[in-house]
C-alpha cells in the first residue's frame, strides 16, 4: 500500500500530485474533457481540430501548473480542515485559470472587449465545475481508503485474537505433563506459549521484520513438537539476508499452524512441514507445505477463511505486488506468498530460538 510522503501528509484527501502517476491520470482525464468539448463545439465534421488543440494547450498548462502548486503547498494543505484545504485548492487552480486566460487572450485579443471577458469568466466557471467534482472524488476515494484500513485492521484484530481453544489446551497438558518429568522442557514452553499470547495482542503493527515472524513460527512449532514428537518432521529453507524482510504480523504463524492442524495431526504416520524463504528479483517469496489435507474435513473450511484473510491484508498494505496462491500436487499441499522486497520499520526483533 503506497502511503503519502512527508509528516502529517498521510491522511491528506488529495493524493500526491507529485508523482507521475497522479500527474498522469489528471492529464488523461483533462484531455478526454477537451475532447468532449471539441466534438461539442464542432460546427462541421465530427470535432474542431483548432479547438482541440488550442483548448488542449491551454488545459494541459493550467493542469501542471495547478499540479505543481498543490504539490509544493501539499504539507500547509495537510494541516488545514477539508473545507479550508478545499477552497485553498480552488482558489489556486481559478486563480492559475485566470493567470492563462489573460495571457492567452493578450496574445489573441490585444484589446479585450465584454466578449474575451465572458469567455474568461465561462472559463473560470468551468474550471470551478471541474475542481469541485475532482475534490469531491478525492475525498470519497480517502473515506473509502480509510475504511478498507479499518476493515483490514479489524481483520488483524480478530486474526492475532485467533489463539485455537484446542491448541491452548493441548499446550497447557503437554506442559502439566513435562512440569515434573521434564521442568526445563516445561519452562521453555510456558515461555515460548507466553511469547505467541504477547504477539496476539500486539495489534499496533502493521509490518514487522521476517526474522520476527520467523521466531514466532519456531516457538509455536517447538510446541507441537512436544505432543507430536517424531510425528512432526521440520525442513527449513531460509535464504540468507531476509531478517529485515517486511511482512505483516502473524501472517506465516497461522500458515504453519494450519499446515500442523490440517497436515499432520489428522495423520497417524505425521508427515513433514517445509517453510522457505528466498529473494527472487524484487520480490521475496515464502512457501509453506504440508502433506495434503482431507478434503471432507470440516476444518479445511477453516483454511480456507485464514488464507482469504491473509489475502485481503496483503492487498491493503501491498496492492497488486503481493500474492497469495495455494495448490496440491502429489499428495503435497503448498501454500506461497510473494512480497515485494522492502525492509520493515520495526525494532526490537524478538529473541530467536536455536
Known sequence: MLTDQGAGTSDFFVPDLCRVR???????????????????????????WNYF????????WTTLTSAALICLLRQRLARLSVA???????????????????????????????????????KLLLALLIVLMVLRYFYLQHQWQQQRE????????????????????????????LIAVNPD?????????????????????????????????????AIEALRLGDRLTLDWQIGAG??????????????????????????????????????????????????KPDQNDRQHEGNRMALANIQLRLQALFGEPAVLKHSHQNDIYTVTLRLPRQSANGRGNARTRT
Open 242 to 291: 531476509l531478517e529485515h524482510q517486511a511482512i505483516p504480523p502473524l501472517t506465516l504463524q497461522p500458515l504453519v499452524e494450519n499446515a500442523v492442524y490440517h497436515g499432520i495431526q489428522p495423520r497417524p504416520e505425521g508427515g513433514t512441514v517445509r517453510i522457505e524463504a528466498q529473494a527472487r528479483g524484487n520480490f521475496v517469496y515464502l512457501l509453506v507445505q504440508n502433506p
Open 185 to 221: 522442557k516445561a519452562e521453555d514452553a510456558v515461555l515460548d506459549l507466553s511469547e505467541l499470547f504477547r504477539a496476539s495482542l500486539r495489534t499496533f503493527d502493521q509490518l514487522i521484520p521476517l526474522a520476527r515472524e520467523l521466531d514466532l513460527c519456531k516457538r509455536y512449532l
Open 150 to 177: 479499518a476493515e483490514m485492521q479489524a481483520h488483524l484484530t480478530a486474526l492475532q485474537a485467533r489463539i485455537q481453544p484446542h491448541f491452548l489446551f493441548n499446550s497447557m497438558n503437554t506442559i502439566a505433563s
Open 84 to 122: 479550508r484545504a478545499s477552497l485553498s485548492i480552488v482558489a489556486i487552480v481559478l486563480l492559475d485559470v485566470l493567470a492563462f486566460s489573460l495571457f492567452a487572450d493578450s496574445v489573441l485579443h490585444p484589446q479585450p472587449g465584454i466578449a474575451v471577458w465572458q469567455g474568461i469568466a465561462k
Open 22 to 48: 497522479a500527474v498522469f491520470l489528471l492529464l488523461v482525464t483533462s484531455e478526454l474533457l477537451v475532447l468532449v468539448l471539441a466534438i461539442v463545439q464542432a460546427e462541421a465534421g465530427w470535432i474542431d
Open 53 to 60: 488543440g488550442l483548448l488542449s494547450l491551454f488545459v494541459q
